[in-house]
Nanobody, 125 residues
């Protein structure tokens, strides 16, 4: 069974940057696509970014395109989310997830099978 552990969240001022990490264990990490989602209080969990298993295709929500970058290091079993130009509306708990199937949408949370525990990101104005 794969396990995912996020880290790197915290409190940052608007315009600042954070880098989230998600370390995976228990399966062949390099065979699977990975995604980042976020959930703000009182809102649904929403897609942020995803990367395919090879690392050569990435997908972003319109709200973060041009500010966030997803990447992966298969040698370290880790996926990253570099977040720049942060805004107060980026405040949320951020979750990484693994997509065990090679079919289906990258954008839907239903396509992801295992989730991390989440890391809080708070952006002050």
């Amino acid at each position: 069974q794969v396990q995912l552990v996020e880290s790197g969240g915290g409190l940052v001022q608007a315009g600042g940057s954070l880098r989230l990490s998600c370390a995976a264990s228990g399966r062949t990490f390099s065979s699977y696509s990975m995604g980042w989602f976020r959930q703000a209080p009182g809102k649904e969990r929403e897609f942020v970014a995803a990367i395919n298993w090879r690392g050569d295709s990435t997908y972003y929500a319109d709200s973060v395109k041009g500010r966030f970058t997803i990447s992966r290091d298969n040698a370290k079993n880790t996926v990253y989310l570099q977040m720049n130009s942060l805004k107060p509306e980026d405040t949320a708990v951020y979750y990484c997830a693994i997509k065990l199937s090679h079919s289906g949408s990258y954008y839907s949370r239903n396509g992801y099978n295992v989730w991390g525990q989440g890391t809080q990101v708070t952006v002050s104005s």
